[in-house]
């Protein structure tokens, strides 16, 4: 089995920083990519940033500029360095993998495996 597991998340002013992680630990054959992604309550899930085994990030319109995507070399954490934090931040953000991996001697793909999430709140 493969678990996605995002850290990071905490309560911050606005303009303050935050370092979001996600760890992907299993019995994995291949990565091709990562996404973050963010639900506030009430809101739709919207796409923050992705990255593929490429090394090609990209980000949705409202963070662009503020917050950066970025990888470890062993290709199993990702980063989300956030910057110029603000209250419309402010969301249970979650990592998704897409991922090839063992279950027992059979390969399974999974297009989006989902972490459980991470606080992130921004008071003004």
């Known amino acids: 089995q493969v678990q996605v597991v995002e850290s990071g998340g905490s309560l911050v002013q606005a303009g303050g920083s935050l370092r979001l992680s996600c760890a992907v630990s299993?019995?994995?054959?291949?990565?091709?990519?990562f996404g973050w992604f963010r639900q506030a309550p009430g809101k739709q899930r919207e796409t923050v940033a992705t990255i593929n085994i490429a090394g090609t990030a990209r980000y949705g319109d409202s963070v662009k500029g503020r917050f950066t995507i970025s990888r470890d070399n062993a290709w199993r954490t990702v980063f989300l360095q956030m910057n110029g934090l603000k209250p419309e931040d402010t969301a249970v953000y979650y990592c998704?993998?897409?991922?090839?991996?063992?279950?027992?001697?059979?390969?399974?793909?999974?297009?989006?495996?989902w972490g459980q999430g991470t606080q992130v709140t921004v008071s003004s």
């Open positions: 299993g019995d994995i054959e291949s990565i091709n990519a």
């Open positions: 998704s993998v897409d991922v090839t991996y063992y279950r027992g001697s059979l390969l399974n793909h999974a297009s989006s495996l």
